[in-house]
């Protein structure tokens, strides 16, 4: 399907790259040269397009705050280590989409001093409507929460049209696609329908954040090449929760 002559449905997104998408599927490497090179290569189809886009970085690839609670680290520590590598993705990324020659503004929610820039509203709001890519580290800077919290947050106070959330999978199933074969994909949820039937979409807190503002929510595999361009120009691609 020829999409160049469908317009924009979506001009300010929130992305929320999990830390999955930075490495390998045997995650040889933790940052990975080619998935970083792909990510800012779908990226940049999208700020072609003139889309304001802020991305907000997980960190899975590196350390996660339970993980290592289980490993026998305090909780609240373990969760500073997790915010302080959703930093060092967020660097890697800034730098691949740099390349690009996009312009990007990394900013955290704890200070870095020297490294990059502290959370700004004001400011982010700013650099978005000058097509600059604002990407959002260290969470919502305390612990007991997750990046999918930071970008339900984030996609509020920026009020992005939605929260695109890639995935490692084609969306949202009946159950893990992963574990079952005969899991169907959803193309459609409606918030309620995702309690319900107790969908693995985020985690709670973030969709509860997300439904009491009505930002929709589309889950998407990031692998899939253009998934991003399809889905800014209103293309169906993944799961749409509204
Ligand atoms: N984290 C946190 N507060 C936040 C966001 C993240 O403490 O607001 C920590 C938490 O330990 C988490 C880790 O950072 O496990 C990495 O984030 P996340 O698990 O969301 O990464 P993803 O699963 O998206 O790769």
């Known amino acids: ?3 160049s002559n469908i317009s924009l449905k979506y001009s300010r997104v929130i992305l929320k790259l999990s830390g999955e998408s930075f490495t390998t599927v045997n995650n040889i490497s933790n940052i990975d040269s080619s998935a970083l090179f792909f990510l800012s290569k779908e990226i940049k189809k999208i700020i072609d397009l003139n889309v304001e886009l802020g991305i907000v970085v997980g960190a899975g690839n590196l350390f996660r ?3 290592l609670q289980k490993a026998g680290i305090n909780r609240v520590a373990a969760d500073h280590i997790g915010m302080l590598s959703t930093i060092i993705n967020g660097l890697a990324l800034n730098n691949s989409i740099n390349k690009m020659n996009i312009k990007t503004s990394l900013m955290s929610s704890i200070p870095v001093n020297g490294i990059c820039e502290i959370y700004d509203w004001n400011k982010a709001i700013n650099l978005l409507s000058k097509k600059t890519v604002v990407i959002f580290s260290a ?3 305390n612990p007991f929460f997750t990046t999918d919290s930071a970008a339900c947050l984030r996609a509020i106070e920026i009020q992005a049209d939605i929260v695109l959330k890639g995935t490692q999978v084609d969306g949202v199933y009946t159950s893990d696609p ?3 074969i005969n899991s169907v994909l959803y193309s459609r949820l409606s918030y309620k329908e995702v309690l319900e039937k107790e969908l693995k979409v985020m ?4 969709f509860i954040l997300a439904r009491d503002h009505n930002i929709p929510i589309r889950v998407f595999n990031i692998n899939n090449s253009g998934a991003l361009k399809r889905i800014v120009k209103g293309i169906d691609e ?3 929760i509204n």
């Not at 985690?203 to 973030?206: G, I, Q």
């Open 1 to 3: 399907m020829n999409i």
């Open 178 to 180: 992963k574990k079952n």
């Open 238 to 240: 993944g799961t749409l």
């Open 139 to 141: 969470g919502i800077g």
């Open 203 to 206: 985690d709670l807190s973030a």
């Open 65 to 67: 705050g339970k993980q």
